[in-house]
């Protein structure tokens, strides 16, 4: 028996999360390792522009991480007590973002959404929240309404098991549609206990939003003593050491981060103004708990990772290839007369097989997702590991070396041509 029947053996589909089944290849891939910019697999080795759904900044297996990391195995790995990394990991967190002055260290981004949602519940004490088509917020029942990722691939965005009740709470808005958004905040009025939002939807192909949309997230929920979470599991200490917020010029209540600040090891954090925070236990009576919480493995690798971030390099290369790649693929797609959109900001990029600008997640289902998956497909044969669906987003690191760059657009080249020649063969 192969791996890939033992896998569809003992787990649904075969996978541990959806996103990894790759639905469109026969099999999905199978790692082996992964260093720098590249992942080894048993289809050969890639050049990874998924970085494991952006949760890594440096590139694969990177040598200040991994010696922060093997320190504190010396050192044992759970202690279940304080430690004095995870106040100085919070401290610096609070320093580069200012709407955060108190946190809670969990595992996941799920998990960090979930509590920032039950503290605006429990702060404002009222139930109803908005979210926003085709984002994500992870999976638990008050976010899986309407959502992106996986959710969305899989055609699933509102997930079975949810009941009834909690579908009720959760009133979903069209993203960056400011007038749609207000209505929505005008209708629920004053049962409205949070606005959770991606400040850049990165969970529907790339959405960036208008300057006026996040602008109106804030002015809209102060007007009616709501809470405004900004979920930036993905942007925190990607799009810059503030996150969005701080390109933006917005304040939020409450702050979700994830992905990057772990390292590349299992993390969330919710945090945001003294006065909430000090609602959540054991100061206040909204309940949060982990054995995991502020895992020493996680609390050092953050620690290496923050390190290098705060040096500005990282940021550089990375926002330089994913800016290189945009436009790569734009001149390419452009000279086999492929209409296509590409979006980039900092170290994110996605293109779409389509006319047009993308602006909503109306904008994102126009698009020609087949086409996609076949470019992606062919890709992989010529060694790049583009983002695995239409509705993730790629991203690079300070591994995506100019070199790197310009290698993965020779493959992505070939793919180009490969994928033309596909079509034509097929019409
Ligand atoms: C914006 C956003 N929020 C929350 C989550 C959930 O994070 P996790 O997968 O760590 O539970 C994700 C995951 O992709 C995300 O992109």
Redesign the pocket.
């Known amino acids: 028996m192969d791996i890939w029947d033992r896998a569809r053996a003992v787990f649904p589909g075969g996978v541990n999360s959806p996103a990894r089944a790759l639905r469109h290849l026969a099999a999905p891939l199978v790692a082996l390792g992964a260093d720098g910019p590249y992942l080894f697999t048993d289809r050969g080795r890639l050049v990874d522009f998924c970085s494991a759904?952006g949760a890594i900044m440096l590139g694969h297996n990177n040598p200040k991480v991994r010696e922060a990391v093997e320190r504190q195995l010396g050192r044992g790995w759970i202690y279940a007590l304080l430690t004095e990394q995870e106040v100085e990991l919070a401290e610096r967190i609070r320093s580069h973002v200012p709407s955060i002055r108190k946190l809670r260290f969990v595992n996941?981004?799920?998990?960090?959404?979930m509590n920032a949602i039950r503290l605006a519940r429990g702060y404002t004490r009222r139930d109803v929240i908005i979210k926003f088509d085709g984002n994500?917020?992870?999976?638990h029942d008050h976010v899986l309404v309407k959502a992106g990722?996986g959710a969305a691939t899989w055609g699933i965005p509102t997930s079975a098991g949810i009941p009834a009740d909690v579908v009720k709470l959760v009133v979903v808005a069209p993203y960056n549609d400011v007038a749609a958004f207000e209505r929505a905040v005008r209708e629920v009025g004053d049962r409205l206990a949070a606005v959770i939002a991606?400040p850049i939807a990165?969970?529907y192909g790339l959405i960036i939003p208008d300057r006026d949309f996040i602008k109106s997230l804030r002015e809209e929920t102060e007007k009616v003593g709501a809470v405004l979470i900004l979920?930036e599991?993905?942007t925190g200490f990607r799009v810059g050491l503030s996150g969005a917020q701080g390109l933006f010029g917005v304040r939020p209540d409450l702050t979700?981060l994830?992905?990057v600040i772990g390292g590349g090891f299992p993390i969330?954090v919710f945090g945001g103004s003294t006065e909430i925070m000090d609602l959540v236990a054991p100061n206040g009576p909204v309940y949060n708990a982990g054995t995991f919480n502020a895992h020493p493995v996680s609390m050092a690798a953050g620690l290496a990772v923050l390190g290098e971030l705060e040096t500005g390099r990282p940021y550089e290369v990375a926002d330089a290839a994913a800016e290189r790649v945009a436009k790569g693929i734009e001149e390419i797609a452009g000279r086999y007369g492929f209409d296509v959109v590409v979006k980039h900001i900092s170290s994110m990029f996605q293109l779409y097989f389509k006319r047009g600008d993308v602006k909503t997640p109306d904008d994102v289902r126009k698009s020609d997702e087949k086409v996609y998956l076949k470019l992606h497909e062919i890709a992989l044969r010529h060694g790049v590991y583009l983002a695995p669906s239409q509705y993730e987003v790629n991203f690079t690191t300070a591994a995506h070396t100019r070199e790197v760059v310009e290698q993965s657009l020779r493959s992505l080249e070939e793919s180009f041509r490969e994928l033309k020649a596909a079509l034509r063969r097929a019409s």
């Open positions: 759904f996941t981004g799920t998990e960090a959404t994500f917020h992870g999976s990722s991606e990165g969970n979920d599991v993905i979700t994830g992905k969330g």
